[in-house]
């Protein structure tokens, strides 16, 4: 452990040239530098925000779910049938032409009956639009909470108007409070995702969106460690800029509310472009790329650093993409776009499209209705953002 220890947290790797851990261990009177150590405050501090969020839905957004006449209830439940459950719970949850015959000739029922019977049984597990209103409203409080406190907190530093302060004095940069506070909290939120995905609404991307959890949290850690949190939280900022909007129009498309929800989702798309394609490479990139060279200097944990950054401004492009073409087929067609990461299945659709030899499924967002649920599809695109880096 003492080899491996030293190998991983090599000097020459994480900090400029001429410049040891020693140097950063005995800081003045009153000055505190990052350390790794102070990560671990993140761990208590997700298993509260967890219990908070637990609390949040239970009590508040149920209740405004509520008030919104947006009832917890759940859909029509397929009738008790031992074969059949035996077949979706071991064999296949969406059965093939193949099976729907032999299932048809073993329970003397209809093709179109077996497949009723696992349309509703596959619903009967779907999250109702109560679940996922309530889940939404605890993402938009947060999301609000900690942009308002980014731009409160990033007002008043240099940083924020002047982007070479971000490297002046590195690393020897003082790790003040309230920049502190920006980051453990930011930290321990995306630890609480990892902890409540399991208990969250199961969708497709499940592990794809584990995956971004843990390395979101890699992302935040890597930066505190090696004292770039000063850029490290303009990337937060921007990012956080565009997540409530996307989740208020989430909100106002569980309430019915057409025109608020198509408003909110352009303001969304606007925003997410302005952010990520715009502020993000010339304000942010053009900082640790250039900026850093001119004052600090390459080394490596600086190009892996600026590595990541590239990275995500590629999904950035890629997830802009798939947002605008979204946008522009709802705005061209009028029709309700498929979404494959919907939470519920539209019965209507199935009903309507099913034939003797199979069936045809297309799945919507929770109302239903044109237009709204158009926007819905970018969810699955913003998502795997989720406004973390």
Not at 100 to 106: A, E, P
Not at 135 to 147: A, D, K, N, Q, V
Not at 151 to 160: A, E, G, S
Not at 223 to 252: I, P, Q
Request: charged share 20%.
């Amino acid at each position: 452990m003492a080899a491996f220890s030293a190998w991983f947290w090599n000097e020459r790797f994480w900090l400029p040239h001429n410049v040891t851990w020693a140097d950063l261990a005995d800081p003045a009177p009153g000055v505190e530098y990052p350390k790794a150590g102070h990560l671990l405050t993140a761990l208590p501090l997700a298993l509260g925000i967890f219990a908070v969020r637990i609390l949040f839905e239970r009590f508040i957004a149920s209740a405004c779910a509520r008030s919104l006449h947006i009832q917890p209830g759940a859909g029509r439940r397929a009738q008790p049938n031992a074969v059949l459950e035996k077949v979706f719970i071991s064999i296949t949850k969406n059965p093939d032409s193949r099976h729907l015959d032999g299932l048809s000739k073993q329970l003397d029922w209809e093709v179109r009956k077996v497949q009723r019977w696992f349309r509703h049984r596959r619903n009967q597990d779907k999250p109702s639009t109560h679940t996922k209103f309530c889940e939404s409203m605890w993402r938009f409080t947060f999301y609000l909470g900690i942009f308002t406190y980014g731009v409160q907190f990033l007002w008043q530093t240099p940083w924020m108007w002047d982007t070479r302060h971000c490297w002046y004095g590195y690393p020897y940069q003082v790790m003040t409070r309230g920049l502190y506070v920006y980051y453990v909290t930011e930290l321990a939120f995306y630890w609480s995702l990892m902890f409540s995905q399991f208990r969250d609404i199961k969708r497709k991307d499940f592990l794809i969106m584990f995956v971004h959890h843990l390395a979101t949290v890699g992302l935040i850690s890597f930066s505190y460690v090696n004292n770039m949190a000063r850029v490290g939280s303009l990337v937060l900022f921007v990012h956080d800029t565009s997540d409530f909007l996307l989740e208020a129009a989430k909100l106002a498309n569980y309430a019915k509310s057409q025109r608020l929800c198509d408003f909110l989702f352009i303001l969304f798309g606007v925003v997410f472009f302005i952010t990520r394609l715009v502020i993000y490479p010339y304000w942010v990139l053009n900082s640790t790329m250039f900026e850093s060279w001119t004052i600090v200097g390459p080394f490596p944990s600086w190009w892996l650093f600026n590595f990541l950054l590239l990275v995500l401004q590629v999904l950035h492009i890629f997830w802009s993409y798939l947002i605008a073409r979204i946008a522009i087929k709802a705005m061209l067609r009028g029709k309700v776009c498929k979404d494959v990461r919907s939470d519920v299945e539209s019965s209507s659709e199935d009903e309507s499209n099913t034939t003797t030899g199979g069936s045809k499924s297309t799945h919507l967002s929770s109302n239903g209705e044109n237009g709204t649920n158009g926007h819905c599809a970018a969810v699955k695109a913003r998502r795997q953002n989720h406004s973390s880096w």
